[in-house]
């Protein structure tokens, strides 16, 4: 098994996945089943003038200093993620909600490797709109966050920046689903245990839910 650490740089995620599981840099990386599919949106998102970066292990796409979208590769399919979805129209109707925890549908979800090039005008046009509203500095409106965080959180979150930048970017329901989870533990040995466990999961974008 090769050592595992989470990619720092986009090409890798395409060569050998994101780094997060037991699975990386094997045939069994989810990325090796959805590669083309994944590579059509990379040159979709490159040839609408992105930048690639890599953010929490996958290949993040930038405008005027925002994050756009962000792709994702998983056993039962695969997805394009906008960061600020709530601002898209979704005139084709394609967004979805990734799990129980999304308020707000914001992601792309295929379940073939030819479907983005199916959808590619769809993809474009979304693209251009978020770029548009990057452009103009809009941001969605900050939805009230009526749970508490709990201090062993907010101490990790102080304490490790790129946790606390990969926390600030979930979504409010996914925000909330580690507010509950954390903070239900008794102890604050729990509580840092489940932080700990937890870290991974932040840093790529999920809930404390999501599977």
């Not at 040159?43 to 609408?48: L, S």
């Amino acid at each position: 098994m090769p050592d595992r650490a989470m990619i720092t740089q986009p090409q890798a995620y395409f060569d050998q996945g994101c780094g997060r599981c037991d699975r990386f840099a094997t045939p069994d990386c989810s990325t090796r089943a959805w590669l083309k599919g994944l590579l059509t949106l990379r040159r979709i998102c490159r040839d609408a003038g992105l930048t690639e970066v890599a953010k929490w292990g996958h290949p993040c796409y930038m405008h005027a200093g925002r994050n756009i979208a962000i792709m994702g590769a998983f056993r039962g399919d695969y997805r394009l993620t906008f960061m600020n979805a709530a601002l898209l129209k979704d005139s084709e109707g394609l967004l979805e909600r990734q799990g129980p925890n999304t308020k707000q549908p914001d992601c792309i979800r295929f379940t073939d490797t030819d479907a983005p090039t199916r959808l590619e005008p769809a993809i474009r046009a979304y693209l251009a709109e978020a770029m548009a509203y990057a452009d103009q500095g809009l941001l969605p409106p900050k939805e009230p966050n009526d749970v508490p965080l709990p201090d062993e959180l907010v101490e990790a979150l102080d304490g490790d920046p790129d946790l606390a930048e990969a926390f600030a970017a979930l979504t409010p329901g996914r925000q909330k689903s580690w507010a509950f989870q954390i903070g239900s533990a008794k102890t604050a040995a729990t509580r840092v245990s489940r932080i700990e466990k937890g870290r991974a999961k932040i840093m790529a974008g999920e809930g404390a839910t999501d599977r």
